[in-house]
């Protein structure tokens, strides 16, 4: 094996490390570039060729293949063909090419250091594997000031032309702020990868900065896009100018590149804000997004990213595309998000898509489109009109697909919303909010596990999805942040679930008092929710329930609401509700939910304890339904239309004077006494007998005598008969309780309701 050492640094092969072997090339590229000027590298297994200055490049003498080329003077080709011999190097030690195309066989291009290498240069044929090119070789200043855009164009053009990567090893600015003009087209195969921290630094506004239209297999990793712009946010995007001028670009590459002839037609339409995002994918498959940041330069809510990505339902390519026939289209497939942070984002994620999963996804500052003052919130322009949708960090939708395209195969695992909101207090109303998660629409096969959200507007909306498992959820929120009239859930459901499991998920609302439930009812079939756990501070609502799913087959266990107060006024308020189609026809829905902190029910057992619209009279099916009120110690249980609540209540009694003392707690009208113990905590005076009776002159018809000292005495009573009326409970003895004695009793009320 020959062995060449150079003294000075070479951006090749191996740097010489104690006990290092050769390592790939994509490795050794990457050294080359982090090579400091005092290292030493050693060349393996190529001969190293000094390219004279008189070199001919047409007559390329026998023996040069398996070589590296040491390129050390400025060479003209004069726009001729150079076919290079097999296995060549091209090492830019100083010189560089110009004008002309150079064709590989299986050859590898490095430089020592980062300058222009080639000028008007078009590169063919074949190279290496793990080949990078670096847009400075193609004469990009990369100082993150000097627009570099169109340098990076022609890099990304090269290495489509012979599969090669592209490196961005330093800041790097790509001026793409022009209506319909800028927009940056990959192609198949694109890699772009960034190496030390380099920023991709982009202004797009009115434009996608990237397109990804009916293209695969594109890489995209370690690198940050950092967004350097402001938006009006009283503009009026929906103009038609604007909209064909975006158009007419995108119409212009589908027809170029892709062979799709319009006819009186243009290109499928999402809306006008679809355009103002960082990439459009269009069709599009095979895409990676590997240790990616999108981050906004500025710091108030008017130069935040307006879309990061729009999953977006276009026409096939090699087709004809009329305006009285619906072409053939296609959406975005086999999306992966790995490692992804968001920040300084408006809509994070949006559109329709097959085959999407995202691992590791952090998302920090967000906010509703609005200007710096606060003004045009949500892009309101009176009327009614709001021009920017409510964006969340993914949503998830048809969107309005022509074909029968709706999301599926969703995988979202590992994502943390830290929801720092910037900007304006104020809220839409109405019009919508900024939601983390937002899947509508007909979606299919999804898992989102481990997702936590601390949106101040809440963690999600749901709905029609079959086949979805939504576990490990978190969400604290805000409901007051809210218009009174349009108060919104955490979560909510606008949709049906079908064979759908929600397991593991803690809701919170922040607020001081709060006007709404955090958590929606549900509607569909087949749907489980297992460890759902709601908490508030002070609930003081009018709303009627939400652990309920409208429909059949539904299980919700091992759930509960947690109430620090509960202050409404409003009687017969519920927890478990079903609406009335469920009432009369829903068939073997089990619920088993526990409250805490429900309001006290000893003044009115009836009106304030938990109500539950569960099933009526007219329903035939099997239901079972119970809600267990820790707070006031009762279980209340439907079987059917049955209902039957277990009130165990207790008092302890310090015994004064007298022969009789009547309790605080009673017995209610309608409830029957199931047991009775009486527990003596302190002796009684001596030489009296105590018993307990519903009055003074029924001195012992629940107990003939309680414990004397210190003792439990316990009796069934397994009352069968409603009475009607409240009755009392008394302490009666045959003698002076002598201020003498403490007890504490335990009685279990039973009542039954039958629904019609």
Known sequence: MNRFMLSTVFLTVCILFSGTSCQNSSDLFVQSILASEDEEIIIEE?????ISEDFDWNNIPDGFSDAIWDIQFDFDLKGETIILPENVTLYFSGGSLRNGVITGDESEVIS?????????????????????????????????ITDDRDVFVETLAQAHAVTAKIMVDQNIFLDVEELGKKSIFIEDNTWIEGKNGANIIINSLYSPAFYMALVKDITIKNVTFLY????????????????????????????EKREIIFNSTNPIFKGTTSFHTIFSLEGSENILYDNVIFKAKGTTANTFMQFVFKFKEQYNANQTINSEAIGLTSIPSNITFNNITFDGTLMGVQGNVNGFVVNNLKSYRYSDMQNIDGSNLGAFVGND???????????????????????????LKNIIDYGEYVGTVNTRGASGYCNSLKMVGKVENVLVDNYSSYRRDGLGDLGDITNGEFKNLYGEYTSDIFNSEWKFNCLRFVGPLTSTVLENITLKDNSDISGIYPLDFGTGDYVTWDNIQVSVKELNTNHGGFFGIFGSNNTIINSSLSIEEHTSEQLYMGLIYHDEETLKNGSNNHYEITVNGWRNIDEDVYGQSCRMLFANSSNTHVNYAKVTDVSNNMIIEQVNNIQK??????????????TSQKLDINIPSGFMVQNISANTLEGLASGIEVSIGTSTSLVDNLMDAVSKTQGVVSKTIAEITEVIGNRYIYLNADGDFNNTGKVEITVELTADYQYD
Do not use: C
């Open 385 to 411: 009109t709001y021009r920017f949708p409510p964006p969340h960090l993914f949503y998830l939708n048809t969107d309005s697909a022509i074909n029968d395209h709706f999301p599926q195969n969703i995988e």
């Open 112 to 144: 020592k250091t980062k300058y222009q290498v080639f000028n008007t240069i078009s590169l063919s044929g074949t190279f290496i594997e793990e080949q990078y090119l670096v847009p400075y070789w193609f004469g990009a200043v990369m100082d993150g």
């Open 228 to 255: 350097d712009n402001s938006y009006d946010a009283g503009y009026d995007w929906s103009l038609t100018t604007d909209n064909h001028t975006n158009q007419q670009q995108l119409e212009n590459y589908l027809s």
């Open 645 to 658: 609540d277990i009130w165990t209540r207790t008092e302890i009694v310090d015994l004064g004077y007298g």
């Open 46 to 50: 190529k001969e190293t060729l000094v």
